[in-house]
């Protein structure tokens, strides 16, 4: 019991050095309650194009698929909200969270710092460590280990926002748990009167193959028709949900340099933007995460812009 209460308090201690907002414990188990719901969600095709989330319906459910013998799972949160947006009030806006260096790289070397801390301190254990980068339901670990809460954008919440990055260690070592925090969305429904394609079809639930972010960033084929007008100069990823939540309206601001954007990119003007070459592509997106749609994708996002307006 000693080494339990020990090593948790080891374990959140270096969390918050390395940088992390908040990290909160929960027991490994089968997710027997999620399973209809993901299933659902499943069938009424509402993962649209990106058929990866398909895959590996069973791990998503039960992290001791992917450490045999685990009992811990470790959720991290790490803050990602800019000290400065971009000026250009008519420039084509991308997601806060693509400003700098691409996230999995940068939470992955924490997480690895972490990890090895771990280990130094505990001795030989196993386990795995992940941040948007393996079949895990992390908003649901998150909300288990008392992070935040489930809001009706589908996003994890905190009462200092939900611009921050999930991630997480799963261990074959008992450790102290934590618990689901309350939810403290109330009777607000910003999120879902601001979705401009009306992604958010229920309380707690997104039609991802509505939302914005999927058509600037996973769909490859041409954008539907009947989305013009509604992307509201949107090109990479959206905030708007974000953006309109109360519980945003003081958002915790990064301190990671990695997350720093290219010096150019805050001060594009829509010009810029549109006439952007592959060279300055590479230039100013080279680490971003802005690389998965490709030059390609950009170009088509920007010109899908266009004729709406």
Request: include cysteine.
């Amino acid at each position: 019991m000693k080494n339990k209460e020990k090593y948790t308090q080891l374990i959140k201690t270096e969390a918050k050095r390395l940088g992390f907002y908040a990290c909160g414990i929960a027991k490994a188990r089968f997710l027997e309650e999620e399973a209809p719901r993901f299933e659902k969600w499943l069938s009424e095709n509402k993962n649209g194009q990106m058929q990866y989330l398909e895959n590996h319906f069973d791990k998503r459910l039960d992290p001791r698929l992917l450490v045999p013998g685990a009992k811990s799972v470790i959720s991290l949160i790490y803050p990602y909200y800019p000290h400065k947006l971009q000026e250009n009030k008519s420039a084509p806006i991308i997601s806060k969270y693509a400003y700098g260096e691409d996230y999995h790289f940068v939470i992955k070397d924490k997480l690895k710092l972490l990890f090895n801390f771990i280990k130094e301190k505990t001795g030989e254990i196993s386990g795995r460590y992940f941040t948007d980068s393996a079949p895990v339901l992390e908003k649901k670990w998150a909300e288990l280990a008392g992070i935040g809460w489930r809001a009706k954008n589908s996003n994890l919440l905190t009462k200092n926002g939900s611009f921050f990055f999930i991630a997480e260690i799963i261990l074959d070592l008992e450790l102290e748990y934590d618990y689901p925090t309350k939810n403290y969305c109330g009777n607000c429904t910003k999120c879902i009167e601001a979705c401009p394609t009306q992604a958010i079809t229920q309380e707690y639930s997104v039609d991802g193959s509505k939302c914005i972010s999927y058509f600037t960033i996973e769909l490859k084929d041409k954008i539907p028709k009947e989305m013009s007008g509604k992307f509201q100069n949107r090109v990479f990823g959206c905030d708007i949900c974000q953006d309109v939540c109360p519980h945003n309206r003081k958002p915790v601001f990064h301190k990671e340099e990695r997350f720093f954007p290219h010096p150019d990119l805050l001060k594009m003007t829509k010009s810029d933007w549109h006439n952007i070459s592959e060279e300055k592509f590479r230039e100013i997106f080279k680490k971003s995460s802005v690389k998965r749609t490709k030059y390609k994708g950009l170009i088509r996002n920007l010109d899908f812009l266009t004729k709406q307006e």
